[in-house]
């Protein structure tokens, strides 16, 4: 946030021309003396599909929570859907009303039923009326197929409807970018499936996703662009079809053949 | 004289009865006013203790800490015997729910700063990832989780302070126990304290009995519905 040459480079947006909603620039960050993120360039357009994988350490949680302002960076600009992140709480406040995010723990509100998790910031944010936030909570939750959970807690559903629910709650908002942390991690095998499936749908509708995930068969579905990091830095990022065919990178290459090969 | 007409002595309590309800009824003021009163101010000094900045949460752990430390009937004495010295000047009641209403406090602030604390990270980082403000995240997010979970050691907490509303009868005020002390010295026969003592457990024995049930029913899912 505070990198000069970051600030230089792109004072003003520059979302408008292309149709890019996403623009991360020299994205530095350092968690006291351990450099987190090195010099991330990443550019994201509209509708696009980006799976991000790589050892675990390797940054890519933390890239996605810099996104949403969930961490804080150190240098270089985030630009999202327009509006600079910086440490003014408005501009983080308008970034996360459009971004929406999953995360590996489902963490869906315990107290509350999933009707009420999914209506709670769309009343308290967009100020709909109860019954407005109500009927689109419900829409949602059609989409991802548990309506009939809807007044059942959280703690009552399988991990898997869990999960559903939380990009329910998500959707609520009406986010333009869906930011997804390890989604399937936390699930049973029999589970993945369902989760994989609603996010599969929420692509062909032409939601832009990042998806920090493990499931190649997912990437490989529907990532536009698959990206792969490692010690903090983005070092391959290609189309599916060469990403996993022709990785350049060894690196790459060692890691591909440790999440296919079993 | 026999041990029924000494310490049982119907008669006599029926004599004093009214004294004893006048007594019993002051009592479940000053602890009723103690558990709101001071219940709502540790919730707030908790949060002052997580969430201000530096300086207030400093003064927070002082006040905390000082009011868990000191003696609650050493407190009141000083409330009551030592502030009309610089012209604040306190009737008994108000001197001992001040007095109580500071310790409770400070056991409530300690206790639903426990209840916070173990709530997930996860819970805060989903409510700010959804663009929850920090009021709204506090109010229908945080502390309503902290609540189940410190409900069990605040119940009991309420208990204890409500049991030592009996030392503000140092200071005069027409509580139970001075009550039946009164009539003890009226009647010259101790059977008011021990009408007193029936008093006491007849309202505290189902609060006991409650804590005891809350424990036992948020023990094992403190964040299920």
Known sequence: ?262 | MDFVSTFLNVEVILRVYPMLLKGIGNTVALASATIVGGGVAGVLICLVRLYAPKVFRGLAIAYIDLFRAIPILVLLVIIYYALPFVGIRLNAFMAATLALGLVFSSFTAEVFRAGIQAIPRGQTEAAAALGLSFPVTIWRIVLPQAFRIAIPPHTSNAVAIAKDTSLASVVAMPDLLKQATDAQALTANPSPLIAAAIMYLIVLLPAVRLVSYLEERFRNDGKAA
């Open chain 1, 1 to 262: 946030m505070n990198d000069r040459s970051a600030q230089a480079r792109g004072r003003t947006a520059p979302a408008a021309q292309d149709d890019a909603v996403i623009r991360i620039s020299g994205l530095n960050k350092w968690y006291g003396a351990y450099h987190a993120l090195r010099d991330i360039d990443l550019t994201v357009r509209k509708g696009e599909r980006i799976v991000i994988c790589g050892p675990s350490g390797s940054g890519k949680s933390t890239l996605v929570r810099c996104i949403n302002a969930l961490e804080t960076h150190q240098g270089g600009t985030i630009d999202v859907v327009g509006t600079r992140l910086t440490d003014d709480l408005k501009d983080v406040g308008r970034i996360r009303t459009e971004v929406g995010m999953c995360f590996q723990q489902f963490n869906l509100f315990p107290h509350l039923t999933v009707l009420e998790n999914c209506t709670l910031a769309p009343r308290w944010t967009r100020r709909q009326s109860k019954r407005d936030a109500e009927a689109e909570a419900m829409h949602f939750l059609n989409k991802v197929r548990i309506p009939d959970q809807a007044n059942k807690y959280p703690g009552q559903l399988s991990g898997g409807q869990q999960q559903r629910v939380a990009i329910a709650r998500a959707l609520c908002m009406k986010p333009r970018i869906m930011l997804f942390d390890e989604p399937t991690s936390a699930l049973d095998p029999e589970m993945i499936k369902e989760v994989l499936d609603t996010m599969v749908e929420l692509a062909r509708d032409g939601m832009t996703m990042l998806c920090v995930t493990h499931e190649m068969g997912f990437a490989r579905k529907v990532a536009d662009r698959v990206i792969f990091m490692d010690a903090g830095a983005i070092v391959e990022e290609s189309d599916p079809e060469t990403f996993f065919s022709a990785a350049r990178n060894a690196r790459t290459r060692q890691f591909l053949s440790q999440v296919l090969g079993h």
